[in-house]
């Protein structure tokens, strides 16, 4: 099945690498009049533009943005430009993510347990809202939040992440209960995917393949797929829906990741 995003346009938090980065790109490929893509950083969102210009996207269908994922006036800002730019904003990927904040839940630093959480779980909520105040609220459109299998499971040392990812799992249903029936809302749930994020989880990554019962890590774009896939209306009639994209880590295996 192709799935297409024609006629759409899409905005990509934490876009300029990993899962993000790889959904913009797919995003485009699968026929989006516009991909807006945000981080923090100028320096590394231009880069992805440009990055994604290199592999074949047209510029004008790409607008790239520096803003903080977990303030409220940087989301409605790129929400007011990306409906600006192209004309409506139709699917919502809330991305963005960090975890610094390791440790028992006992002695974790609070402050990096607070950004944790205002990024993996505040911060999808604010641009939520803005994307329903500036055009969903009256034209629909998808929103797809990127969780974790971590928030599906207690584990060692990463008790404030898992705790925010089980949060962003809830606000989806909630959401998906609230935004019913002309905006869906669902979530990917991704094992231990090839990102910066995952960290020392590479650092050998033949035993983090085991762990998976299809024997690999993920690649970003295992996850991106799915992303499309559930921002497009081959998925129309799914919402709340939380799909683990996971090497089979939660449906074909007894363990899992711990």
Request: aromatic share 4%; glycine share 10%; net charge negative.
């Amino acid at each position: 099945m192709k799935v297409s995003v024609e006629g759409k346009v899409a905005l990509v938090t934490g876009a300029s690498r990993g899962i993000g980065y790889a959904t913009s790109l797919e995003m485009a490929r699968s026929g989006a009049d516009g991909v807006t893509i945000t981080s923090r950083k100028p320096e590394t969102i231009e880069a992805a533009a440009e990055e994604l210009a290199e592999s074949g996207i047209e510029p004008d269908r790409i607008l790239a943005l520096a803003n903080r994922a977990d303030d409220e006036e940087s989301a409605n800002e790129a929400v007011a430009a990306t409906v600006e730019r192209f004309g409506s904003l139709d699917i919502l990927v809330n991305n963005a993510g960090t975890n610094p904040a390791a440790g028992s839940l006992m002695d974790v630093d609070l402050g990096a347990l607070d950004k944790t959480w205002a990024v993996n779980m505040r911060a999808p909520l604010l641009w939520a809202r803005a994307a329903y105040h500036a055009w969903m609220g009256e034209h629909g459109g998808s929103i797809v939040n990127v969780a974790s299998v971590a928030g599906l499971r207690p584990s060692p040392v990463m008790g404030a992440y898992n705790i925010s990812k089980a949060g962003l799992i809830h606000m989806t249903r909630q959401l998906a209960h609230e935004l019913a029936p002309t905006i869906r809302v669902n979530a990917v749930a991704p094992a231990v995917v090839r990102t910066r994020l995952a960290g020392l989880l590479l650092e050998n990554e033949e035993h983090t393949a085991r762990m998976h019962p299809l024997g690999r890590v993920g690649e970003p774009e295992d996850v991106a797929r799915m992303i499309v896939y559930l921002g497009s209306d081959s998925s129309s009639w799914m919402t709340g829906a939380i799909v683990p994209v996971d090497g089979g880590v939660t449906g074909a295996s007894s363990s899992g990741i711990s």
